[in-house]
């Protein structure tokens, strides 16, 4: 079956460590999504890729990185400097950016040690 | 500012029927679209709407008037599955998705 595979489900981070989350998916979409999910609020763009090995900034990418050397792979890595990185980390996809359904993994849950 | 606002809670009675509402402030609009969310697990879709009407799936409704900036989505024979929240997430003029914070539906016996 195709999908979006997430990993971990859950995730600590210690202070000054930098952490990757990852994000796979097999259904040819050209388009991947991170977006961070905080109680109370909606959900907001980390950063996005249209294409591989092209990727651009969304509402608040300070302290994220990302790569998308493949066309199923698009890993998230939380630095040290994003202050407050405790939140659910949700990665999607669609088969083009714009008026496409998006589909989503499960999830991956960052904690603060 | 881009907007979207949706109630923070609702409850209805397991078999009844619930109205969710959303609305929207955003430049410009290129689709509405509705994501149920059970907690701790991935949104999955719902609905997408770009014309004003009603548009019907099963025991899942979505209305859109573009006019008034306003959306809601029916849930009718509500079932204990239909616990979750739900996302209504607007389309803007540059084709990003911009969310509400979501709505928690508790249903009880």
């Known amino acids: 079956d195709g999908g979006i595979t997430q990993s971990p489900k859950y995730l600590f981070r210690k202070e000054g460590q930098n952490v990757t989350l990852s994000c796979e998916q097999n259904?040819?979409?050209?388009?991947m999504y991170w977006y961070r999910q905080d109680p109370g609020q909606g959900l907001r763009l980390i950063y996005y890729?249209?294409?591989?090995?092209?990727?651009q900034k969304g509402d608040i990418a300070e302290g994220y990185s990302v790569s998308r050397e493949k066309k199923e792979s698009f890993p998230l890595t939380v630095t040290s400097a994003q202050k407050n990185p405790t939140a659910f980390y949700l990665c999607?996809?669609?088969?083009?950016?714009?008026?496409?359904?998006?589909?989503f993994g499960s999830g991956t849950q960052l904690s603060v040690l | 500012g881009q907007n979207i606002d949706q109630p923070t809670e609702m409850t209805a009675t397991e078999g009844a029927i619930v109205q969710i509402n959303c609305t929207y402030q955003t430049s410009g609009f290129n689709g509405l679209f509705w994501y149920q969310q059970h907690a701790g697990e991935a949104p999955t879709f719902l609905s997408y709407?770009?014309l004003d009407g009603l548009e019907e799936k099963g025991r899942f409704s979505s209305f859109l008037s573009r006019s008034k900036g306003y959306s809601y989505l029916l849930l009718k024979e509500l079932q204990m599955k239909d616990s979750a929240s739900y996302l209504c997430a607007v389309l803007d003029s540059n084709y990003q998705l911009i969310w509400g914070a979501g709505t928690k539906l508790i249903i009880k016996p």
């Open positions: 709407n770009v």
């Open positions: 259904l040819n979409h050209d388009a």
């Open positions: 890729s249209q294409i591989v090995n092209d990727f």
């Open positions: 999607a996809s669609s088969s083009a950016r714009g008026n496409e359904k998006l589909f």
